[in-house]
């Protein structure tokens, strides 16, 4: 008797360790869990499931009588609106050892972009969350890199833009620069420069979104397009403070009229000034639709929600492949 009553409590203990073992994951291990627990007002849950699709993950949404609530990856939507005993039923859930976060925070993490169908104007008012519009130290960093990058590129590509000059103005007439009005920081229009690669009549019919086999490019602009190399003339735009070595691309206004009425808070991106390059372009393949313009926007937001210095250079070293083996439109 004595033996089996000291079997028992053995694997107690050992029921014990396991279950403290599996409240603390690593970071790694909670972002590859197979499903996580979702907890919102009844109203959302109907748009948080059909997030589900897209994902390679399950949601279980609102299940309030699970256990082993250690083990469990626990996200909450929009918790300021859930009852008293739902927002207790959270705490405990943390108290007992699940990781518990934001659904959008969660997401970030997992998918490295930002779910921008769940944000709501909250999400924008926190401004101590984004350093990169909150912490002057931050901007200054991040303008000190933007003139350094500026003269090295100036420095390294002089004499691909003079070959680049010259064959432009070899296959077609008219200049060698293309100038275009967008919109940039806080909502001011300013000229962006580029190495013309359309044909000088290309918009004579009015502003139209460049398709990825637009018959309008000419055969150098196609490779100039492919390689970025159209875009070196931004340097300029760099050195004016009109544009940063990295962050999210300039649009043009008759675009974004359009397209903020698809698109919630689409403006935001103009918190910050736009790039020459940018994590949507080196994390999305290249597109001219609205879908499109979605997808571009949640790489955006996340870029300028998580920056950080090293996130930039990545950026840029991605660019960098984008250049030498030809990714690019």
Request: glycine residues 4%; charged residues 30%; contains cysteine.
């Amino acid at each position: 008797m004595n033996v089996h009553l000291s079997d028992k409590v053995e694997q107690k203990k050992i029921k014990k360790v396991k279950s403290i073992e599996t409240r603390f994951k690593s970071k790694k291990q909670v972002l590859r869990q197979k499903t996580i627990y979702v907890y919102c007002p009844k109203d959302r849950e109907e748009s948080i499931g059909r997030l589900v699709e897209d994902y390679s993950f399950d949601m279980v949404v609102n299940d309030y009588l699970i256990d082993d609530l250690g083990c469990k990856v626990i996200c909450h939507y929009e918790s300021a609106h859930l009852t008293k005993e739902e927002r207790q039923f959270l705490v405990k859930a943390t108290e007992l050892g699940a990781w518990t976060e934001p659904l959008v925070s969660y997401l970030d993490s997992r998918l490295g972009y930002t779910e921008v169908k769940l944000l709501r104007s909250g999400y924008f008012l926190h401004q101590k969350a984004f350093s990169i519009l909150s912490t002057k130290r931050t901007q200054l960093a991040k303008r000190t890199v933007d003139i350094i990058s500026a003269i090295l590129l100036t420095i390294i590509a002089l004499p691909v833009a003079i070959i680049t000059a010259i064959a432009i103005k070899l296959e077609s007439s008219g200049p060698v620069f293309y100038k275009q009005k967008r919109t940039g920081q806080y909502n001011d229009e300013f000229s962006v420069i580029k190495f013309r690669s359309m044909r000088s009549d290309a918009e004579q019919s009015g502003a139209q979104w460049a398709t990825q086999n637009d018959t309008r490019v000419t055969r150098v602009g196609r490779f100039i397009r492919k390689t970025r190399i159209d875009e070196l003339p931004q340097i300029i735009n760099i050195l004016k403070g009109e544009m940063s070595i990295v962050g999210p691309r300039p649009e043009r206004e008759v675009f974004i009229s359009n397209l903020e009425k698809e698109i919630p808070y689409y403006r935001f991106r103009h918190a910050v000034k736009p790039g020459v390059t940018g994590l949507a372009q080196v994390s999305y393949p290249y597109g001219a639709s609205t879908e499109d313009a979605i997808w571009k926007h949640k790489y955006d937001i996340f870029y300028i929600k998580h920056h950080s210095l090293l996130l930039d250079i990545k950026i840029l070293l991605k660019t960098v492949k984008v250049v030498l083996f030809g990714m690019g439109r």
